[in-house]
């Protein structure tokens, strides 16, 4: 390993899945705006969308997410040039 191209400010970093609410600490060099303390000790906070523990890859729980009917808008505009085509 090369010396002096990695970081030195490695540091327990608390993540809360957004999703479910789930929190794990990992070392991290990430800076955060907020903490949590867990187990009586105050730890840097960082937001997640989604972690390992919410996406449906790891938890075998596909989810379809249609946002604005986008699906919909496809499956009629594909419907129609089939039509055409016949």
């Known amino acids: 390993m090369k010396s002096g191209i990695h970081p030195e400010n490695y540091r327990p970093v608390a993540f809360r899945d957004m999703s479910n609410g789930e929190t794990f600490i990992t070392r991290s060099t990430v800076n955060a705006k907020e903490t949590e303390v867990i187990d009586g000790v105050e730890y ?43």
């Open 44 to 86: 840097p906070l960082v937001k997640l969308e989604i972690s390992s523990s919410s996406h449906p890859f790891y938890t075998g729980k596909a989810k379809l997410v249609d946002t604005a009917g986008r699906v919909d808008k496809f499956m009629s505009r594909y419907a129609k040039r089939n039509e055409k085509k016949k």
